[in-house]
C-alpha cells in the first residue's frame, strides 16, 4: 500500500481501546497507522461487541482506519485446546498471541499492508519476549514484517490508564477469554475471604 506520506505504514493488532489508545498516542509521529481488531479469545458476543465498538470509538477519535476481524471463539477454542490447562502467561497465551497475530499478518496481505505490531505490548502482564517471538513467527513466510514495540516502557502503561480516563474508556478486568475471568474471579475470592492468621 503507497503512503500518504514519508512516513512508512503500519497495522496495528487492537486487543482493546485502552492499550490502542496509547499505541496510537506513541506511534502515529512514525507510522501511518490502521487499526485491525482480531480478537477470538474474547468469551462472550456481548463482551466482544463492547470491546468493538469502544476499540472503533478510539479510531474514529484520532482519524485513523478502523477493520476488525470475524468473531470465531471456536477458533480460539480449538487453539488453544490442549494447552487450556496451562497458567496465564504460557503457553495457552502464546496460542493464543500466535492465533491473532497470525490473522493480522493476513489482513496485511489481503489489504496491501508490508508490516505489522501489536498493541498488547503495554500491558505489564504481557511478555514482551512472547509478544515479539509470536510476532516474527505470525510473519515468518509471508513476506511480512513484524515490528517489535514494548510500549509499556516510558510509564506507558500508566499513561494509557491516564488516557482512558481523559477519553472516559472501558476498562477491562481481565484479558477477555473465559479462563483469565476465571482466575481472576478466583483471585478475587481469596481477597474477599482471606486465610485465617496463624494461631
Same mark, same amino acid.
Given at each position: 500500500?503507497?503512503?500518504?506520506?514519508?512516513?512508512?505504514?503500519?497495522?496495528?493488532?487492537?486487543? #482493546?481501546?485502552?492499550?490502542?489508545?496509547?499505541?496510537?498516542?506513541? !506511534?502515529?509521529?512514525?507510522?501511518?497507522?490502521?487499526?485491525?481488531?482480531?480478537?477470538?479469545?474474547?468469551?462472550?458476543?456481548?463482551? =466482544?461487541?463492547?470491546? !468493538?465498538?469502544?476499540?472503533?470509538?478510539?479510531? +474514529?477519535?484520532?482519524?485513523?482506519?478502523?477493520?476488525?476481524?470475524?468473531?470465531?471463539?471456536?477458533?480460539?477454542?480449538?487453539?488453544?485446546?490442549? =494447552?487450556?490447562?496451562?497458567?496465564? $502467561?504460557?503457553?495457552?497465551?502464546?496460542?493464543?498471541?500466535?492465533?491473532?497475530?497470525?490473522?493480522?499478518?493476513?489482513?496485511?496481505?489481503?489489504?496491501?499492508?508490508?508490516?505489522?505490531?501489536?498493541?498488547?505490548?503495554?500491558?505489564?502482564?504481557?511478555?514482551?519476549?512472547?509478544?515479539?517471538?509470536?510476532?516474527?513467527?505470525?510473519?515468518?513466510?509471508?513476506?511480512?514484517? =513484524?515490528?517489535?514495540?514494548?510500549?509499556?516502557?516510558?510509564?506507558?502503561? +500508566?499513561?494509557?490508564?491516564? !488516557?482512558?480516563?481523559?477519553?472516559?474508556?472501558?476498562?477491562?478486568?481481565? #484479558? $477477555?477469554?473465559?479462563?483469565?475471568?476465571?482466575?481472576?474471579?478466583?483471585?478475587?475470592?481469596?481477597?474477599?475471604?482471606?486465610?485465617?492468621?496463624?494461631?
Amino acid at each position: 500500500m503507497a503512503s500518504i506520506n514519508d512516513k512508512p505504514d503500519l497495522v496495528l493488532h487492537i486487543c #482493546c481501546a485502552p492499550d490502542e489508545a496509547w499505541g496510537i498516542q506513541a !506511534l502515529k509521529e512514525d507510522y501511518n497507522l490502521h487499526c485491525f481488531f482480531c480478537n477470538p479469545n474474547i468469551d462472550t458476543e456481548v463482551e =466482544y461487541k463492547l470491546r !468493538l465498538v469502544e476499540a472503533e470509538n478510539v479510531a +474514529r477519535h484520532y482519524n485513523v482506519p478502523f477493520s476488525s476481524d470475524k468473531y470465531d471463539p471456536q477458533s480460539w477454542e480449538q487453539c488453544i485446546g490442549p =494447552y487450556a490447562h496451562t497458567p496465564e $502467561g504460557g503457553d495457552r497465551c502464546r496460542e493464543c498471541f500466535l492465533l491473532r497475530l497470525r490473522r493480522t499478518a493476513v489482513h496485511c496481505k489481503e489489504t496491501g499492508y508490508d508490516s505489522f505490531s501489536t498493541v498488547m505490548s503495554v500491558s505489564p502482564h504481557k511478555s514482551i519476549s512472547m509478544l515479539n517471538e509470536t510476532g516474527a513467527e505470525a510473519a515468518s513466510g509471508s513476506g511480512i514484517k =513484524y515490528r517489535c514495540f514494548d510500549l509499556k516502557k516510558k510509564d506507558g502503561f +500508566r499513561k494509557s490508564i491516564l !488516557l482512558s480516563k481523559e477519553l472516559g474508556l472501558y476498562r477491562q478486568n481481565y #484479558c $477477555g477469554c473465559r479462563l483469565s475471568k476465571k482466575e481472576r474471579e478466583i483471585r478475587e475470592g481469596k481477597k474477599k475471604f482471606p486465610s485465617p492468621l496463624p494461631c
